[in-house]
């Protein structure tokens, strides 16, 4: 395919700036092509909240392992440091206390040594039972607690082993949640079942975290998210299977054991893991050691070392990650590449691409095949592997990588072919199989949309599902409209279909993956640009005039994580980002607003806030793995996505006009 054949971007010309946003971008190219390791890709840290180091630690002293004091010191210095003024712990930067995070940090550091009279500690008791206590945790934080014997199993939903006999007809099936929900759960149903007491050698407990008797506490009040029939409907299926659990058959029972080991063992995935995510990781360990598997045996070694493998530990601090970003980071810091376009930086994209490309799914049929058995696999994974669990998300950015350098950069093969012709191809194919009928795409999953699973006892976290999103939806139509010079083929426009209904009445669209509004806006924007919808259309017009209506004095974009409380109100304002900022920019350069004057303003507002090194600082958190819930500081944003943005101002500035419309 020729290039012209793209939709796209006309501008008018914008009048020289400063050289002040030159110089920028060199620095900030310098500094990303510093980060870039020997094999040609990137990985920057992914920081989440209190919650995983903690468990980090409290895995440790749940397997009785010795542990290594130095780490947990640097652990402990990083949870005091991340501590709110109040003595909570909060689910990302400078956010509101949250209970279950609070509990966690507290019990890992009195596991670690901190005396219970230590001023941060007594802060952050005091702060727990001011929040409820330990009594008012989630689900999870129950299970983690009744494994450590100090909250009582009658405390915790009932998720039977046996869940894993069921037919897939069945109202709850493991098909019928998503990714992440089945390979924490499958570990956690062995345990849950079993109910092993952690070795804790100490006997460290938290009794003084209670505003009651521990073993009168019972099980959590409905969630906010969740309506009271459906609600009602599962508590009462609780009750029914707490009274007939004794009576369960025992070959039942260990068929159903045996059932989940192998599921788990099927996905072990190498040294990255079970689902190559933190928490399923840690209760494929424990499930190990409750099931009475050596220590010793190869795949729990394996399985305890890819664990260690999330750890990032400095001089004075340590924490453990919820997993690893090589795939995303390295496709998107390519983008940007791409975007600068000079032989520099052209050859570091192509050795990033190169690497990227054989970490393509080709031969594992993963658990997305159930829904479409007949698709043939071609995904990319996030982390390094996870075969089973490629996402639509990664696969759509890699691809338009490709195929950006196929078309503008590579030498053609055979039959005038670029190598990667045949990757493209196979992404294409497996990103339109996956799309669900409503013209979306969720990330892992196609068609997960059964709702009322929410509304389980297990649930109040309210993330079991990964229906379809806008900003998925709107990558996937970017790429579509990429590779076919528009959305001409019935998918994408379905796709554009969808993405258009998804537009708030304020003129922005939700962010399911990243923070918030702004990032979802900047999604569907890229997506209706790459599409062809023109500059003058409503849709973008209105989605222009929100962007900036909520610029901030100092020239950024910002937003809390606050946005996603359960109302879903609209975007909150929070001091600007770079990253966000950066992405307000491109949203408004594809819509056709590269010559606002809030334009102007943004990308100054990236010049003045660059730090002499090339970066941009950025503490705050950007990022979401589930709204409400868990939140992710992804430490590469502030690289490349500020560096994007200023080069396709550069080229919007020296051009007067784009040759092709990249969907992002």
């Not at 409750?290 to 924490?319: K, N, W």
């Not at 259309?537 to 209105?542: I, N």
């Not at 610029?551 to 609209?570: A, I």
């Amino acid at each position: 395919m020729d290039q012209t054949t793209f939709s796209p971007i006309r501008q008018a010309v914008i009048p020289p700036q400063a050289r002040d946003a030159d110089t920028a971008l060199e620095q900030a190219l310098d500094a990303l092509l510093a980060h870039q390791r020997d094999d040609g890709h990137w990985l920057f840290e992914l920081e989440a909240d209190a919650t995983i180091p903690a468990e980090y630690v409290l895995l440790v002293h749940y397997l009785g392992e010795t542990p290594d004091l130095q780490l947990e010191g640097r652990i402990a210095s990083y949870l005091r440091r991340i501590q709110n003024a109040d003595g909570s712990w909060p689910l990302f930067h400078q956010g509101q206390a949250d209970i279950s995070a609070s509990v966690k940090a507290y019990f890992a550091l009195k596991m670690i040594g901190d005396a219970p009279e230590a001023e941060h500690m007594q802060r952050a008791r005091a702060s727990i039972l001011a929040q409820g206590g330990a009594e008012a945790s989630n689900v999870f934080t129950r299970t983690l607690l009744a494994l450590f014997g100090v909250m009582p199993w009658q405390a915790v939903p009932m998720m039977p082993v046996e869940i894993m006999l069921l037919p897939q007809w069945f109202p709850f099936h493991l098909s019928k949640v998503s990714y992440w929900s089945r390979t924490v759960l499958v570990p956690l149903l062995v345990l849950n079942s079993l109910r092993p007491q952690a070795r804790n050698p100490r006997g460290i407990g938290i009794d003084e975290l209670f505003g009651r008797p521990r073993q009168t506490v019972r099980l959590p009040r409905k969630a906010p998210h969740q309506r009271w029939l459906w609600f009602g409907a599962f508590r009462c299926l609780d009750a029914a299977l707490r009274a007939c659990e004794p009576l369960f058959p025992r070959r039942t029972r260990q068929r159903a054991i045996e059932r989940a080991e192998r599921f788990v063992r099927e996905r072990l995935n190498g040294d990255n893991g079970l689902g190559a995510i933190f928490p399923a990781m840690a209760n494929e360990v424990m499930m190990f050691e409750v099931l009475g598997v050596p220590r010793t045996d190869p795949s729990v070694m394996q399985a305890r070392a890819a664990i260690d493998r999330l750890l990032v530990v400095r001089e004075h601090e340590a924490y453990c990650q919820p997993c690893l970003s090589p795939v995303w980071d390295t496709a998107l810091a390519c983008h940007a590449l791409l975007e600068i376009g000079s032989p520099r930086a052209t050859d570091a994209a192509a050795r990033g691409l190169a690497w990227l490309r054989p970490l393509q799914v080709l031969d594992v049929k993963g658990d997305w095949a159930v829904r479409r058995p007949h698709l043939r696999p071609g995904g990319w994974a996030f982390q390094y592997a996870n075969a089973h669990y490629p996402d639509v998300d990664d696969t759509a950015v890699v691809a338009m990588a490709l195929h950006r350098a196929a078309y503008a950069v590579d030498n053609k093969g055979q039959n005038g072919q670029p190598p990667s012709a045949e990757s493209i191809a196979r992404a294409a194919e497996w990103v339109t199989g996956m799309q669900s009928h409503n013209g979306g795409w969720g990330a892992f999953e196609p068609e997960n949309t059964h709702f009322y699973l929410n509304n389980i006892p297990f649930a109040d976290h309210g993330a079991l599902l990964d229906p379809p999103t806008v900003d998925v939806s709107a990558r996937c139509l970017s790429m579509l409209a990429q590779l076919e010079g528009g959305a001409t083929g019935l998918s994408a426009q379905a796709a554009l279909r969808y993405v258009l209904a998804g537009q708030e009445a304020d003129g922005s669209w939700f962010g399911r993956w990243g923070t918030n509004y702004i990032y979802g806006t900047w999604s569907a924007l890229c997506g209706l640009n790459a599409a062809g919808l023109p500059a003058d259309a409503p849709e973008m017009r209105r989605a222009v005039d929100w962007l900036i209506g909520i610029q901030n004095e100092d020239g950024g974009w910002g937003e809390d994580g606050d946005s996603y409380r359960l109302d879903y109100r609209g975007h909150m304002p929070a001091p600007s980002t770079a990253s966000q900022t950066a992405w307000a920019l491109l949203g408004l350069m594809a819509a056709g607003a590269a010559g606002h004057e809030s334009v102007t303003r943004g990308i100054d507002y990236l010049v003045r806030t660059q730090e002499p090194d090339g970066n941009w600082p950025e503490e705050r958190f950007t990022a979401v793995g589930f709204p409400r819930v868990f939140y992710l500081r992804y430490h590469g944003y502030a690289h490349y996505f500020p560096l994007w943005a200023l080069a396709r101002y550069r080229n919007f500035r020296q051009d007067g006009a784009r040759a092709i419309a990249w969907g992002l």
